[in-house]
């Protein structure tokens, strides 16, 4: 039978290796569309109009999904480093911390993607990013707005999966090093 934990790990693992892809096919769409861009610019002397927009549209969700990549990896910022070797409270205690850092940052960022003041969905950032329209493709904005809550709740998977006892990201820190 699975636990809990086991469940949040497994999760966590598969949003890690959607976001992993996703991010890759970001980056690869922005150098097909670039290079579509310049060949037409310099080639044909014609660049369509909807190169930059759909450039910007992939970084922002190849940069969202990168910072997801990241924080799973352990390549975030930390506040500080406690050896596992140290005693069971201080490593407790650094964890509880460093968690705490990561929510303070991630939850308001959610509630606000979500709702505005005094819980008015209507006012919420993804809801006001419904309303408009991309101004080359004409395509509605909430598709590029999604990026920030779906990164800040994947984020928020991962930390449960850390605080569950997530280990997977240990074997990338060699490469930081």
Request: proline residues 4%.
């Amino acid at each position: 039978m699975k636990t809990v934990h086991d469940i949040i790990i497994r999760c966590s693992n598969s949003l890690d290796r959607v976001c992993r892809w996703g991010a890759v096919a970001c980056l690869a769409a922005m150098l097909i569309i670039v290079s579509t861009q310049v060949v037409a610019r310099y080639v044909f002397s014609q660049p369509p109009p909807w190169t930059e927009e759909l450039t910007r549209f992939a970084m922002v969700w190849g940069g969202m999904l990168g910072a997801v990549v990241a924080f799973k990896a352990k390549f975030d910022p930390a506040l500080f480093s406690v050896s596992p070797t140290r005693s069971r409270i201080i490593v407790t205690a650094a964890a509880i911390i460093s968690a705490s850092a990561v929510a303070v940052f991630v939850l308001p960022v959610l509630y606000f993607s979500f709702f505005g003041a005094d819980w008015d969905f209507a006012s919420g950032f993804v809801a006001r990013q419904a309303g408009r329209t991309a101004d080359t493709l004409g395509m509605s904005m909430v598709w590029v707005a999604a990026a920030v809550p779906f990164a800040m709740a994947t984020i928020v998977v991962h930390l449960l999966a850390r605080l569950a006892g997530d280990e997977s990201g240990e074997d990338l820190k060699a490469f930081s090093q």
